[in-house]
């Protein structure tokens, strides 16, 4: 079993910046993926971005290219995403997910099956 359990959610104003957290406990295997997913009301689940296991590989979305960076940290089997320059369209809940890819493509983490999904964490960007 693999818990995600997300932090850093919270409300900021147009422009300002978020460190989402992703820790995760249990047993990991070597081509465990990780990366973010987010979701508006009304709107469908959409892909932020995402890093491979070995953290040489990123991967963003067009929008938010620029503007996020993603980064793990082994030792704590965390994943951190950046978010700077939010604006109000930024505004969904944020998922943290996990997955096992062998080989490592642009839209490989897109696109997987995901194995485990964190609980979601809100992101609300005031106008």
């Known amino acids: 079993q693999v818990q995600l359990v997300e932090s850093g959610g919270g409300m900021v104003q147009t422009g300002g910046s978020l460190r989402l957290s992703c820790a995760a406990s249990?047993?990991?295997?070597?081509?465990?993926?990780m990366g973010w997913f987010r979701q508006a009301p009304g709107k469908e689940r959409e892909f932020v971005a995402a890093?491979?296991?070995?953290?040489?590989?990123?991967s963003y979305a067009d929008f938010v290219k620029g503007r996020a960076s993603i980064s793990r940290d082994t030792a704590k089997n965390t994943v951190y995403l950046q978010m700077n320059s939010l604006k109000p369209e930024d505004t969904a809940v944020y998922y943290c997910?996990?997955?096992?890819?062998?080989?490592?493509?642009?839209?490989?983490?897109?696109?997987?099956?995901?194995?485990?999904w964190g609980q979601g964490t809100q992101v609300t960007v005031s106008s």
């Open positions: 890093i491979s296991w070995s953290g040489r590989s990123t």
């Open positions: 249990g047993r990991t295997f070597s081509r465990y993926a």
């Open positions: 997910a996990a997955a096992y890819i062998i080989t490592w493509r642009s839209d490989s983490f897109a696109g997987a099956q995901i194995a485990y």
